[in-house]
C-alpha cells in the first residue's frame, strides 16, 4: 500500500512539472578565438528578462563553462545588461589572466556603448549598459535563455592620445577595453591579446576617426598618434604636392619651391620618427615647424599667383601701348589701323604666353577663379586666358578714350604726326634704341627677392648651432617645445637661452625703493648656468654675484649702485611709449619684487663675445649701461626667446639639422665648427648685373637728344606759327615729351623681343670662337618692365632739354610773366580800363559775383553793387608798398557784351603807370583760371531717397515666411469665399467695401510671396547639387554593404546621417516646390 502511494506521489509530481512553465538561465563561458569551454572562472552578470533585472553570481563554473539557473516567470525578451568577470586560465598562459568580453551570443562588444571598470585588486573586468540582445529558445515546456560569452586574455597597454592637429591630448575610445589613469599623452587601458581592437578618435582627421590594431602578448603601445601624425603629414603634403602640380603642368619653374617641399618632408619624417620613438615633446616641436613650413609654402605659391595677376596686367598694358602706338605709326586711320593693332595685340600676346610661365600663370589663375581645374588646362587655354584679359583691357582702353574724348589725345596724335613726317628718322632711332635695349637686356638683369645668403666667418671654438630669432616675423621668439625638438635632432649636450622684452614693448621700468623713481633699461634673460660657463659672464660682475637659475634675482649696471645696494628688491615692470612724457608702465614682468644680487661692469660686459666672436649684448655702451641681466628659468618666461645655443659635438649633424631648422623657423642659423663659423641667413636681396650697358645707354641717350635738337631746328617755323595763332607754350613741350615716350616704348618693346635674339646669337658666336657655348635662358616676364623702364628714362631724360629749346622757341622771345603797359589800359571816365581774361554767360553772373567775394580779402573790400540787368561792380583798394598810409581803390566791373558778361579792372587814371599793377593783375588772372573748377564744385548732389535695406534671411527663415505667408493667404481666400457665400443677405456697398479690402490684402500677400520666391530661387540648384551628392554616397555605402566591405553597424553609422541630411534637403526642396505651385495657382 505504501509502494502504491509513493508510486502515486511521483506521477503527481511528475505531472504537475509538466504541466507548468518552466524557465533556465544558461551561461556559457567560452575562450577567444578557440571556442574552448573556459572553466573555473568567476562571473557576475546582470540580465533583464520582461522587464525584470535579475542578478546572478557564478564564483565558479563547471569544467565545460556552463552554469545553469531556474527562473519563475517564463521569457520572452532578454537582455545581458553587464558582466563581471574575474581571471581565468587561458591556454598559452601558465597563470591565471585578467580576462575580457569580446563576444556576447552573436554581438561583438565593440558594437555596443556601455561603461567599463577594472579593479586591480580583484583582478575583476566589469562591464555594464551593454543591453545586448540574448537568444530565447523555446523547448517543450521551458525556455531557455542563453548567454554565451566569449572571453579573452587582457593585459594593460598605453595608447598614445596626441592629437596632431590641435597637439593636444585628444579623446579615444578602445573597444573592447577599459581605459585606466591617463599620464599626460599616453592613457593606459586594459585591452584583450590576440584581438583587433578598435580605437575611436574625436578629431577632425577623418583618416584616424576610427582605427584598429592588433594586440599581441607582445605590445606594449598602441600607437595611434603615429598613424594619425602619418594621416595628418600625408595631408598636409599632399596639398603642397598638389599645388606644386598643378604649377609644373602649366610650365611654370618649381625647382626652388620643390626644395622647399622636399625639406617639409624631411621634417614630416622626422616627426614621424619621434612619435614613433615615444618622444611627444620633440615631436609636437616638429609639427609646429612643418605646419609653420606649409602655411608659409602655401602663402608663397598664393604670392606667385597674385604676383602673376599683377604681372600680366602690366604686361597687357604695355603691350596695348606698343600696339596702340605702332599701328598709328604704320597707318592713319580706317579699317587698316584698327585690324593691324587687333592683329599685332594677339600676335604678342600669344608669343608672350608661349615664351613666359607668369602670364600662364596668370591665365591659370583666371581660368581656376572661373572654376576651370588647373590640371585640365593646355596651352591653348592658357593662350584663351591671356587673350580673353587682352581683350578686356583693350576694351577698358577704349571706354576710357571715349570718356576722355579726342582733346586729351592732342599731344599723341601730334607726336604721331611729326614721327611719321620724318619716317626715316624715325625708324633710325627706334632700330638704334632696340638694339641698345637688347643689348642691355643681354649683358645686365635686376634680381629681387628672398634668398639665402650663406657667409664663413672665423669662431669662438665651439661646436653645435646658435640660432637667431626673427623677431619680427615671430615676436615671441622660440617655444619650448620647438627648443626640444632641436635639441632632440641634435643630441645636444648643453642648451643655453636669451630671452628679450618682446616687441609689444620698449623696454622695463626699475622701480627701487622710491617707488616713484622709476628708471628705464632693456632686459634680457640668459640661462646663467651656460652663461658662465661659456661666456665667462662671471667675469663682468663687479660687486656680488651672478643671479641663480630658478630664482627671482636681477643684476644691474654699476651705475645703479647710486639708487640700489646688493640684496634690495626692486619691481620690474614692461614699458610702453606714452603721449606725454616718459615711457608709462604696462604690466609687472614678474608678480613678486627681484632681489638685486650684484652689479655688473659695463665695459667689461660689452667685451663678451659670443660664439661668432661678436659683441654678445650688442655693442652699444649706452644700451649697456642701461642694462638688466635676469636668469632664464624665472624671470625670462614673460620675455621673447631671441637667441638660442646648442653645443653639440657632431659637426655633421649640426650642418644637417642646420637646413632643416632654417627652412622651419624664422631664424638665421650658425653652424659652430671650432674655428670657423658658417652662417645661413635669408635676406630680401636687390641684385643688378651688367654696369657696363651704361656706357650703352649714355651713347643712346647723346645720340637721342643730338637728333631731338635737329628736329626742334627743323620744326622752327612750324613753332612760330603755332606760336602766333595762340598756341600755349607747354603743348609744344609736352608733345615733344609725349614723341619721346612714344620712341621709348616702342623701342623698349622691340628690344624686348629682341633680346632672346641677341643671346641666341652671342651664344653662337662665343661657341664659333672656340669657348664655351653660354645656356641662353628665357627672359622672365620683370624683365619687360625693366626694358620699359630703361627705353623710357634714356628716352624722356635725352628729349628734355630738346623740348625745353622748343618751349623757348614757342614763346618768340616773350617772357613767361606779362608785364602791363600804359598802353595797354583805355581812358574811360577818368579811369584806367583793363579786361580780364574771362567770358562768362549771363545766366552765370552770380556765380562769378561769389567767386570774386571769394578770392578777394575780405578786409580789402569797400563797396558792393548790383543792378537790375544781372551786372554788378566790386570796389576794393590794394595798398601800395611805398606808399605807406595811402590807399588806392580798384573796382571790378561785370560788363554786358551780347549774351556774355566780361570782367574789367579800373582803377583811376593817376595811376595808370603804377609799376605794381601788373602784381595786381597777375594775382587776379592767377586765381580766375580757377573759376571753372571751383563752379564745378558748387554742385552738389543729394540723394533724397534711400532704399530700404535689404533684410539678410537664411533658406530657413525664407521657408517659414513663406509658410507664413501662404498661411495667411489662404485664410484671406477663405474669407472671401464666406463673403461671396453672404453676398446675397448683405448690402451691395458692404460687399464692395470688404471684398476690396480682402483683395488688396492678398494682392500684398502674393507680391510679398513673389519676392520670397525670387530669393529661394538660387537655392533650387544648390539643394539638387547637394541632394545628387548625397545620393551618390549614399549609394556607395550600399554598394560596400552588399558586397561586404562594411559591417552592418558600420553601414548605419556612415548612412544615417547621409539620409537624415537627405530627407531634410528633399524637404526644403519640396517646400519651395510648393511655394511655386502656389503662385502658379494663383496666376491662373
Not at 667675469?539 to 640684496?567: H, I, K, M, N, Q
Not at 602766333?724 to 621709348?744: R, W
Request: contains cysteine; glycine residues 6%; proline residues 5%.
Amino acid at each position: 500500500m505504501r509502494l502504491v502511494y509513493a508510486l502515486a506521489l511521483v506521477l503527481l509530481a511528475t505531472a504537475l512539472a509538466v504541466a507548468e512553465p518552466r524557465t533556465q538561465l544558461l551561461i556559457v563561458a567560452r575562450e577567444y578565438p578557440t571556442g574552448r569551454p573556459l572553466g573555473g572562472v568567476s562571473l557576475n552578470v546582470t540580465v533583464w528578462i520582461d522587464g525584470r533585472i535579475y542578478t546572478f553570481n557564478a564564483n565558479r563554473t563547471n569544467p565545460v563553462g556552463v552554469w545553469v539557473e531556474q527562473l519563475q516567470a517564463t521569457a520572452r525578451d532578454a537582455y545581458l545588461l553587464g558582466v563581471a568577470t574575474g581571471p581565468a586560465n587561458f591556454t598559452g598562459f601558465s597563470l591565471p589572466q585578467p580576462s575580457m568580453p569580446v563576444r556576447v551570443a552573436d554581438t561583438l562588444v565593440e558594437e555596443v556603448e556601455y561603461r567599463s571598470a577594472f579593479l586591480p585588486r580583484a583582478n575583476v573586468t566589469a562591464l555594464s549598459e551593454l543591453r545586448i540582445p540574448l537568444q530565447v529558445v523555446e523547448e517543450a515546456n521551458a525556455s531557455i535563455v542563453r548567454c554565451t560569452i566569449w572571453l579573452a586574455p587582457a593585459k594593460v597597454v598605453n595608447v598614445s592620445a596626441l592629437d596632431p592637429v590641435t597637439r593636444r591630448p585628444v579623446r579615444l575610445t578602445v573597444k573592447p577595453g577599459v581605459p585606466l589613469v591617463p599620464r599626460g599623452y599616453l592613457t593606459l587601458y586594459l585591452v584583450p591579446i590576440n584581438y583587433p581592437v578598435l580605437v575611436v578618435a574625436d578629431t577632425v582627421l577623418a583618416e584616424a576617426r576610427r582605427l584598429r590594431f592588433w594586440v599581441s602578448n607582445d605590445t606594449r603601445l598602441i600607437p595611434w598618434s603615429y598613424y594619425a601624425a602619418e594621416a595628418f603629414l600625408a595631408n598636409q603634403l599632399s596639398a603642397i604636392d598638389d599645388s606644386l602640380r598643378q604649377l609644373e603642368a602649366i610650365g611654370y619653374p618649381t625647382e626652388e619651391l620643390r626644395r622647399d617641399a622636399n625639406m617639409l618632408r624631411a621634417i614630416a619624417r622626422q616627426a614621424l620618427f619621434f612619435f614613433e620613438r615615444g618622444n611627444y615633446t620633440s615631436a609636437v616641436g616638429a609639427l609646429l615647424s612643418l605646419v609653420s613650413g606649409v602655411n608659409a609654402l602655401k602663402s608663397r605659391v598664393d604670392g606667385l599667383f597674385s604676383y602673376s595677376h599683377f604681372a600680366a596686367i602690366g604686361t597687357i598694358l604695355l603691350t596695348l601701348a606698343f600696339a596702340h602706338t605702332f599701328s598709328m605709326l604704320l597707318f592713319e586711320r580706317g579699317k587698316a589701323l584698327y585690324a593691324s593693332r587687333l592683329a599685332l595685340l594677339v600676335a604678342l600676346l600669344f608669343a608672350t604666353t608661349l615664351t613666359s610661365p607668369t602670364m600662364r600663370l596668370a591665365a591659370a589663375g583666371l581660368l581656376g577663379a572661373l572654376g576651370v581645374p588647373l590640371a585640365a588646362l593646355d596651352i591653348l587655354s592658357l593662350v584663351a586666358g591671356v587673350l580673353a584679359m587682352g581683350f578686356l583691357a583693350y576694351a577698358l582702353l577704349v571706354l576710357i578714350s571715349l570718356a576722355a574724348g579726342p582733346v586729351r589725345g592732342f599731344w599723341l596724335h601730334l607726336a604721331i604726326r611729326y614721327m611719321k613726317s620724318k619716317r626715316l628718322r624715325t625708324v633710325l632711332v627706334l632700330t638704334t634704341m632696340t638694339l641698345v635695349v637688347a643689348s642691355t637686356l643681354a649683358v645686365s638683369g635686376v634680381a629681387l627677392g628672398a634668398t639665402t645668403v650663406v657667409r664663413t666667418s672665423p669662431g669662438a671654438g665651439l661646436y653645435g648651432l646658435d640660432l637667431e630669432v626673427n623677431t619680427i616675423r615671430r615676436p615671441y621668439g622660440l617655444n619650448a617645445t620647438e627648443i626640444e625638438w632641436i635639441k632632440a635632432l641634435l643630441n645636444a649636450t648643453d642648451v643655453g637661452r636669451m630671452a628679450t622684452v618682446p616687441p609689444t614693448y620698449i623696454g622695463v621700468l626699475v622701480s627701487g625703493r622710491e617707488v616713484q623713481a622709476m628708471i628705464f633699461a632693456q632686459m634680457i634673460a640668459l640661462d646663467m648656468r651656460f652663461a658662465a660657463k661659456y661666456f665667462n659672464l662671471t667675469a663682468a660682475v663687479y660687486e656680488g654675484r651672478l643671479p641663480r637659475d630658478g630664482a627671482a634675482e636681477v643684476l644691474l649696471p654699476r651705475g645703479f649702485a647710486e639708487t640700489v645696494r646688493v640684496g634690495d628688491s626692486v619691481w620690474l615692470f614692461f614699458a610702453q611709449l606714452s603721449v606725454q612724457g616718459p615711457p608709462a608702465p604696462a604690466g609687472p614682468v614678474w608678480d613678486t619684487p627681484v632681489r638685486v644680487v650684484g652689479f655688473f661692469d659695463p665695459l667689461v660686459l660689452n667685451s663678451t663675445l659670443d660664439p661668432e666672436l661678436r659683441p654678445l649684448f650688442g655693442g652699444d655702451l649706452s644700451r649697456i649701461n642701461f642694462l638688466v641681466i635676469a636668469p632664464y628659468d624665472q624671470l625670462g618666461r614673460r620675455l621673447a626667446v631671441s637667441r638660442v645655443w646648442f653645443i653639440a659635438a657632431n659637426a655633421t649633424a649640426a650642418r644637417r639639422v642646420a637646413e632643416l631648422v632654417f627652412a622651419s623657423l624664422p631664424v638665421t642659423v650658425h653652424v659652430l665648427e671650432s674655428g670657423r663659423v658658417t652662417t645661413y641667413e635669408s635676406a630680401f636681396q636687390i641684385s643688378f648685373r651688367g654696369a657696363e650697358a651704361v656706357v650703352l645707354l649714355v651713347i643712346a641717350a647723346l645720340m637721342n637728344s643730338v637728333v631731338m635738337l635737329g628736329h626742334v631746328e627743323d620744326r622752327r617755323r612750324d613753332v612760330y606759327t603755332m606760336a602766333t595763332l595762340g598756341a600755349d607754350p607747354k603743348s609744344l613741350f609736352n608733345a615733344m615729351l609725349v614723341e619721346a615716350a612714344i620712341l621709348g616704348i616702342v623701342a623698349s618693346y622691340l628690344g624686348w623681343l629682341a633680346a632672346p635674339l641677341i643671346n641666341a646669337a652671342l651664344s653662337a658666336l662665343s661657341a664659333w670662337w672656340g669657348g664655351v657655348a653660354v645656356v641662353a635662358t628665357p627672359l622672365p616676364v620683370e624683365s619687360m618692365f625693366y626694358a620699359a623702364g630703361i627705353g623710357l628714362a634714356v628716352s624722356v631724360l635725352s628729349a628734355y632739354a630738346p623740348s625745353r629749346r622748343a618751349c623757348g622757341l614757342s614763346r618768340m622771345g616773350r617772357e613767361e610773366r606779362k608785364v602791363i603797359s600804359p598802353s595797354e589800359l583805355k581812358l574811360v571816365g577818368g579811369m584806367a580800363v583793363y579786361e580780364l581774361p574771362i567770358r562768362v554767360s549771363v545766366f552765370e553772373s552770380e556765380p562769378l559775383y561769389r567767386y570774386l567775394k571769394e578770392i578777394l580779402p575780405k578786409k580789402d573790400i569797400l563797396g558792393e553793387e548790383v543792378y537790375l540787368d544781372g551786372t554788378f561792380s566790386i570796389s576794393f583798394a590794394i595798398l601800395p608798398p611805398h606808399m605807406r598810409g595811402s590807399l588806392v581803390t580798384c573796382r571790378l566791373r561785370a560788363a554786358k557784351r551780347g549774351d556774355s558778361l566780361v570782367l574789367l579792372l579800373e582803377v583811376p587814371e593817376e595811376y595808370r603807370s603804377y609799376i605794381y599793377l601788373s602784381d595786381v593783375v597777375y594775382a587776379l588772372e592767377t586765381k580766375l583760371l580757377d573759376y571753372s573748377k571751383w563752379r564745378d564744385s558748387q554742385f552738389r548732389y543729394q540723394i533724397l531717397r534711400y532704399a530700404p535695406r535689404r533684410e539678410t534671411l537664411t533658406l530657413d527663415a525664407l521657408l517659414e515666411r513663406c509658410k507664413d505667408t501662404m498661411a495667411k493667404a489662404r485664410e484671406v481666400e477663405l474669407k472671401l469665399r464666406r463673403l461671396d457665400e453672404m453676398k446675397a443677405t448683405i448690402s451691395a456697398s458692404l460687399y464692395t467695401e470688404y471684398e476690396r479690402r480682402y483683395r488688396r490684402q492678398l494682392n500684398t500677400l502674393i507680391r510679398e510671396l513673389l519676392t520670397l520666391s525670387l530669393r529661394l530661387e538660387p537655392f533650387v540648384g544648390q539643394l539638387r547639387d547637394e541632394i545628387r551628392k548625397l545620393e551618390a554616397e549614399l549609394e556607395k555605402h550600399k554598394v560596400a554593404y552588399e558586397l561586404g566591405e562594411l559591417s552592418e553597424a558600420e553601414f548605419k553609422a556612415a548612412a544615417e546621417p547621409i539620409e537624415k541630411q537627405l530627407d531634410e534637403y528633399r524637404g526644403r526642396l519640396k517646400m519651395i516646390e510648393e511655394v511655386n505651385q502656389f503662385l502658379a495657382s494663383r496666376r491662373r
